[in-house]
């Protein structure tokens, strides 16, 4: 464990040295691996894409027109995230508040290597994530006196930040003329900071839809009970406010597989499905503040697990089409499989007397369809514009959306371009806006107050690719 701890300090480090990370936006994922990608609406199925293809469709490798390219870049990504309280009108913005928060900046390396037929790849990706800071004075950190009902600050945090990080082994071969294949085995670690406060009625209504079990349970409920000492609500942080550790963490494996058609001299087709992730239980220390109703916090220090927490499956078909010598058009369309995964978060707590907590929070995302559209129009040998969109139906659902994992935006608009500083290297930058989205959630368990979520953000992302 030591040394998998290590492997994953040292990419990254070698990778961001400013130390902070990456987030997502298609739900958990990034809109597209690489600045070519990204600028095109995340298009990457059926054209070249650079090296960052092999984290979309690995047959892709096989388009590079040299035998070796050697890439860099990182994503800039600022997010723009506000819940309302719409009980009482107040508002709690998600802003920098903490080291390991935003603005987020998420690293890219690759290597290709042609021999014969074969392209072979290896690279390091942040592939996604999520990141929130509401801070410990927000109406999100608010209990209840369950005496007198008035409202009384804990003083805890709200926060949240999920690294999943990607490490493709990639191959692609020209099986004929027309047909490629290519397929690649992924080494996928994922670290999770979170820091959750839930009120009293939330603990009241996960007890009662069955959601909540073990040996401290009964605590929980006595502190509910007629006579009891009350409850304004209980806290779980799992967090390390440091640039790059995780509070809990996981280390495992997935891979893909892909195809490239070419139909005609001008249009190509392509296909991808990358399998769900088979990830080990992510884990590490927290602590369980239950807040009395007087406001004694009772802190219990001990273990705790994220079961079963995968990523989904995806398939990918695309098509692009040489309009002429200058300008590509593509198109992909994906359906990712988020129903499959994302039922409940499934958190088993063990405090270091032994006595244990299970709770079920309920997500019951939905699968995911995005349409992405890109085209690009090459100005002359060193310059090359792109632009595009990205349109996706909505994973998650209103009443079980929580303030701390806000992955709602939907809809995107990006442009770049690309700067051949040599012929044998170029810049590639590309900017992606996601547009505001807006969800609600009208009650417990996944809220106190109902509230409104309102979330947008931009990406910038910069690649530098050597080609030999």
């Given amino acids: 464990m030591l040394q998998k701890k290590l492997v994953v300090g040292l990419v990254v480090s070698a990778l961001s040295a400013s130390g902070q990370q990456a987030w997502a936006t298609d739900v958990f994922h990034l809109e597209g691996i690489g600045a070519v990608s ?14 960052g293809g092999m984290l979309t469709n690995p047959a892709t490798l096989s388009l590079a027109p040299n ?55 290896i690279g390091a990706f942040a592939r996604g994530g999520l990141g929130t800071e509401y801070g410990k004075n927000s109406f999100l950190s608010r209990g209840i006196d369950p005496v007198s009902g008035t409202a009384r600050n804990t003083g805890l945090e709200n926060s ?56 401290l349970t009964n605590t929980l409920l006595n502190t509910l009970a007629p006579g009891g000492p009350g409850l304004q609500g209980a806290h779980f942080s799992l967090t390390k406010n440091q640039p790059l550790a995780s509070g809990i963490d996981a280390w495992g494996y997935t891979g893909r597989l892909g195809m490239l058609y070419q139909a005609s001299p001008a249009t190509r087709f392509g296909a991808s499905y990358q399998f769900k992730s088979q990830m080990d239980d992510m884990e590490g220390q927290a602590t369980l503040t239950a807040v009395l109703g007087d406001g004694t916090e009772l802190p219990i220090h001990g273990s ?58 309920p997500q019951n995302y939905k699968d995911q369809t995005i349409l992405a559209l890109g085209t690009s129009y090459a100005l002359s040998k060193e310059w090359t514009l792109r632009a595009g969109a990205r349109f996706a139906t909505q994973a998650l659902r209103g009443d079980t959306l929580f303030a701390v994992i806000p992955a709602t935006p939907r809809k995107h608009l990006s442009f770049g371009f690309s700067y051949a500083v040599t012929p044998s290297s170029k810049i590639d930058f590309a900017y992606s806006h996601a547009l505001r989205e807006r969800m609600s959630n009208s009650g417990v368990p996944n809220t106190g107050d109902p509230i409104e979520v309102k979330h947008s953000q931009d990406n910038a992302t910069v690649n530098y690719t050597l080609s030999f």
């Avoid at 107040?90 to 390396?109: L, Q, T, V, W």
């Avoid at 200058?326 to 499934?346: G, L, Q, T, Y």
Wanted: charged share 20%; aromatic share 6%.
């Fill in 38 to 51: 990204r600028a095109m609406g995340g298009t990457a199925v059926a054209q070249d894409v650079g090296p």
């Fill in 67 to 121: 035998d070796r390219q050697a890439m860099i870049g990182l994503d800039l990504v600022t997010t723009d995230i506000t819940v309302r309280d719409q009980a009482t009108g107040e508002s709690a913005s998600s802003n920098s508040h903490g080291k390991n928060r935003g603005p987020y900046i998420a690293p890219e390396a690759a290597f290709t290597q042609r021999i014969g037929d074969v392209v072979f790849g």
């Fill in 160 to 215: 949240s930040r999920l690294l999943v990080l990607d490490i493709p082994l990639a191959a692609s071969f020209r099986a004929s003329e027309a047909l490629t294949v290519g397929a690649s085995v992924d080494a996928i670690w994922q670290g999770l900071n979170l820091d959750l406060f839930l009120r009293t009625d939330q603990v009241g209504a996960l007890v009662g839809d069955g959601r909540v079990s073990g040996g």
């Fill in 304 to 361: 705790i697990k994220i079961l079963d927490f995968q990523m989904p499956a995806k398939l990918d078909l695309g098509v692009s089409h040489k309009l002429s010598d200058h300008r590509i058009v593509a198109m992909d369309v994906s359906r990712v499989f988020w129903k499959e995964v994302m039922k409940d978060i499934k958190v088993a707590f063990v405090a270091d007397s032994g006595a244990d907590l299970n709770i079920q929070l």
